[in-house]
Each structure stands twice: as C-alpha cells, then as structure tokens.
Nanobody, 118 residues
Framework: VQVEESGGGLVQAGGSLRLSCAAS????????VGWYRQAPGNQRDLVAR???????NYVDSVQGRFTISRDNAKNTVYLQMNNLTPEDTAVYYC?????????????WGQGTQVTVSS
C-alpha cells in the first residue's frame, strides 16, 4: 500500500485548506484512515480518523473546524480544515490502518506541510 498526501500550503489565519490522502491498492475499503500532525519539537498526534464504515472522531482542538471524509471509489480521504489558526501549523501525515494477524498494520505517507500565518 502506498500513501500520498497533498494539499498543504501557506494560508492566513481564518483561512481554509483541504488535504487529500490517496492510496494505492484494491483493499482501501478495509482500512481506517487517520490524519496526524507533527509540529517542530512535538510528537506526532492524531487529529482525525475515519473508520472503514465511515465513523469519525476528532481531537478536541479541531472539533467543529475540521471534517474528515472518504471517497472509496477514488481511494482517497480528505481533511477539510476551516478557520485555521497558527497553532494548526505542522506537517500533516496520513496513515491507513487495519488489524492484521495479531497486530495493527499502519501505512504512512510522507507528509504535507501546513503553515498558518497570523
């Protein structure tokens, strides 16, 4: 499985971006997909996740501002980010995960930079 993020960039505070996570392979529908972010000096944290059946969850700091969705026909997951703040500045990573034999499998992309200016 190959994973590729796109859609990052520079935006002013209050602006919006939509990130895309495209995956290869024919088993995309079996995976949950998470968006994570990592700011310099910080650990990589989960921002939002969507399961194979479409259930979603968000970290409190983005609830109501970010929306995760998936298009299984395109093997793609989106993260719509609205009302961005400088605190949202980070490298955003996409990860597909599913349960393997006794272990959870993760497939990561290379990340896309999001920079929010004040």
């Amino acid at each position: 499985v190959q994973v590729e993020e796109s859609g990052g960039g520079l935006v002013q505070a209050g602006g919006s971006l939509r990130l895309s996570c495209a995956a290869s392979g024919s088993t995309f529908t079996l995976f949950a997909v998470g968006w994570y972010r990592q700011a310099p000096g910080n650990q990589r944290d989960l921002v939002a996740r969507i399961t194979s059946d479409g259930s979603t969850n968000y970290v409190d700091s983005v609830q109501g501002r970010f929306t995760i969705s998936r298009d299984n026909a395109k093997n793609t997951v989106y993260l719509q980010m609205n009302n961005l703040t400088p605190e949202d500045t980070a490298v955003y990573y996409c990860s597909l995960d599913r349960l393997g034999v006794g272990v959870r499998l993760y497939y990561w992309g290379q990340g896309t930079q999001v920079t929010v200016s004040s």
